[in-house]
């Protein structure tokens, strides 16, 4: 149960995310289980064909690697320790292991953004700036984008997560999260959170405002070059293939925003939606992009085709 000391800051919390469900937690574990392994072994399984093909060895595919290994950072900060919670009702985070594993997810989703922008970027210098393809993505731009991501995620996430440190947590030290997400923390502090807000929202400009628009942008242009020129079958694999691409992209940000946006301006999600909002927010997109990045992506599956004919030969 919280202790209720009105001058003293709480330094430990308890994760209550499914309070409508909690007799039924134990049930949530095999799904969550089954998830994160999917998430495990599909990604590592793409990094693996990724690694051991040569003619994969390009920009495109660098950042197809570098998605993946970001979806497998992110659960293995939250999903684990969930897993505990369900089975053995290790729900208790320190107010440092909190900070730390809320820098962890906030700064990889945001380098996760940052990917996800890189790659429609590089779709549309290969398909609308073919001729100037090498010129453009080279060493030199892989370097650029490294120092953003680094530069642009750490300074805010860093900026999110000390803001949040000095807080005093003096009403309860519950949690209503599986992981320590940001305004869900911040929610329980007694000073004024209202520089927490303001930084929250920069976060959502950042990531959502900027890089969707930019992503949109991007796709809109290479449906326009992609159906101006083929015909047929193509047009309905590039129109396809852009909106499947889209629609996780949207997913991704969607959900993401709900979940920061929620609590910044109180909108009244009940707690049980809003903890699995954020859980997906995580997990889905990470359960997908080995197949929507992946296996659905022609130079990919032919190589996981050799692979498979080498290890298993008829």
Aim: some cysteine; glycine content about 4%; overall charge neutral.
């Amino acid at each position: 149960m919280p202790v209720q000391l009105a001058n003293i800051s709480h330094t430990k919390f308890l994760f209550m995310g499914f309070p409508e469900i909690y007799r039924y937690r134990r049930l949530l574990f095999l799904p969550f289980f089954l998830s994160y392994v999917l998430v495990v072994v599909g990604n590592s399984l793409l990094l693996s064909v990724i690694r051991n093909t040569e003619s994969l060895h390009s920009p495109m595919y660098i950042l197809v690697s570098a998605l993946a290994v970001v979806d497998i950072i992110v659960p293995t900060a939250i999903i684990p320790a969930m897993l505990l919670g369900f089975l053995f009702d290790l729900n208790e985070i320190s107010l440092t292991g909190c900070l730390t594993q809320m820098f962890v997810t906030h700064f990889f989703s945001s380098v996760e953004s940052t990917i996800l922008l890189a790659m429609a970027l590089d779709r549309f210098v290969a398909i609308c700036k073919p001729l100037h393809y090498t010129e453009i993505m080279n060493s030199s731009m892989f370097l650029k984008v490294l120092l953003f991501t680094l530069i642009r995620s750490g300074t805010i996430m860093f900026t999110l997560v000390a803001l949040a440190a000095p807080l005093s947590f003096c009403e309860s030290n519950i949690i209503h999260h599986c992981y320590c997400d940001h305004m869900a923390l911040v929610s329980l502090a007694c000073d004024s959170i209202s520089k927490n807000n303001a930084m929250g929202l920069v976060v959502i400009i950042c990531f959502v405002g900027i890089d969707i628009s930019v992503i949109f942008f991007s796709y809109v242009k290479i449906l326009h070059v992609v159906l101006g020129a083929a015909a047929g079958e193509d047009r309905w694999k590039a129109f396809h293939t852009c909106g499947t691409h889209l629609m996780v992209m949207m997913c991704f940000y969607f959900v993401g925003s709900i979940t920061f946006l929620s609590r910044n301006l109180n909108i009244p999600i009940p707690v049980d939606v809003n903890t699995f909002l954020g859980v997906m927010y995580i997990v889905f997109p990470a359960s997908v992009n080995p197949i929507i990045y992946g296996v659905r992506t022609k130079e990919i599956r032919n190589a996981l085709l050799r692979m498979d004919h080498q290890k298993f030969p008829k």
